[in-house]
């Protein structure tokens, strides 16, 4: 009949309707989960791809837990373990990785290393503290209920040493390990030959 024919047209008029807002719907959709993708991930460094958010502390490794027996440790697991836990305290990849292979030029990770013993003003420790910077790394230590020689307490000083904040901030934002092992180098170590030293750490650094 009749009727039954503009029911038929109605349902057909209402079934295109539905599927073309079902698709817009889904179009929608795509469009509101990228834009929250673009606001929730932050941009990458293209200088290294697994570089964080300056301001988002970076991931640690699967269950990591500071060693107990560093001494037991191998070099390279003494390097791990200095970049593990420079980004417990809240440094990038970068900054902990330019910092390890400063450590390792200066010390081999030795955090009771004493050199220039031939010198009236010895050096010690991971970084090879002298004069002032020393005292104030025993200071430091006391602070914290620790012997100085303590390896943790060592990299925690590194990041908290009187006077040296400014480049410790700046090394914390580099944006490649280059940049933060150079920076390291020529204004934390301060090594003679500083320019040539940058060059050899950044090449230690993993």
Known sequence: TKDTEELKKK???LWEKYTTLEKEIKKLTQQINELKGKWQTPEK?????????????????NNYKPSTNIESLSLDEKAIEATQYLINLWCSREA???????????????????????LKDNAYG???WRGTRFENLKKF???????WTDFHLQLKYILNEPGYENVI??????????????????????????????????????
């Open 11 to 13: 349902d057909k008029e």
């Open 45 to 61: 460094d293209e200088t290294h791809p697994t570089s964080p958010n300056v301001n988002e502390k970076p991931l640690l490794a």
């Open 96 to 118: 902990a990785s330019g910092i390890a292979g400063n450590i390792q030029q200066e010390s081999n990770f030795n955090a009771n290393a004493i050199w220039d013993k031939t």
């Open 126 to 128: 991971l970084c090879q």
């Open 141 to 147: 230590a006391t602070k914290e209920w620790k012997e």
């Open 169 to 206: 901030e700046r090394v914390k934002r580099s944006k490649s390990i280059d940049e933060a092992a150079t920076i390291f180098c020529t204004e934390y170590e301060i090594p003679a030959n500083k320019e040539q030293k940058a060059k050899e750490r950044t090449s230690l650094a993993i």
